[in-house]
């Protein structure tokens, strides 16, 4: 099976930066689409990021575009965010997952995620 742990996220002030990391636990991490969701208060679930097996092929939500980056080490097991210009609309559970389904643009997020973790709270004050 697959165990997904996300850690650091925060409180941050508007415009400072912040990285996220997702360590993977399981067999054959480079087979695994990797991406970054995340939940406001009161809010549904939404797609923030996706990054392909290989790192090669990335997709981000309209909302953190320029300002956030996703990037995998495969020899490391782990995917990050990192997260730059921060405000307070990106105050969330920020969720890690994993699928091994390829996928290409809007595929990447409509696809149904198998593996989640637990989720890391980010908040951006006003």
């Known amino acids: 099976q697959v165990q997904l742990v996300e850690s650091g996220g925060r409180l941050v002030q508007t415009g400072g930066s912040l990285r996220l990391s997702c360590a993977f636990s399981g067999r054959t991490f480079s087979s695994y689409t990797m991406a970054w969701f995340r939940q406001a208060p009161g809010k549904e679930r939404e797609f923030v990021v996706v990054i392909s097996r290989g790192g090669g092929s990335t997709s981000y939500a309209d909302s953190v575009k320029g300002r956030f980056t996703i990037s995998r080490d495969n020899a490391k097991n782990t995917v990050y965010l990192q997260m730059n210009s921060l405000k307070p609309e990106d105050t969330a559970v920020y969720y890690c997952?994993?699928?091994?389904?390829?996928?290409?643009?809007?595929?990447?997020?409509?696809?149904?995620?198998?593996?989640w973790g637990q989720g890391t709270q980010v908040t951006v004050p006003s």
């Open positions: 997952a994993a699928d091994r389904q390829a996928c290409l643009g809007s595929g990447c997020y409509d696809m149904k995620y198998d593996y």
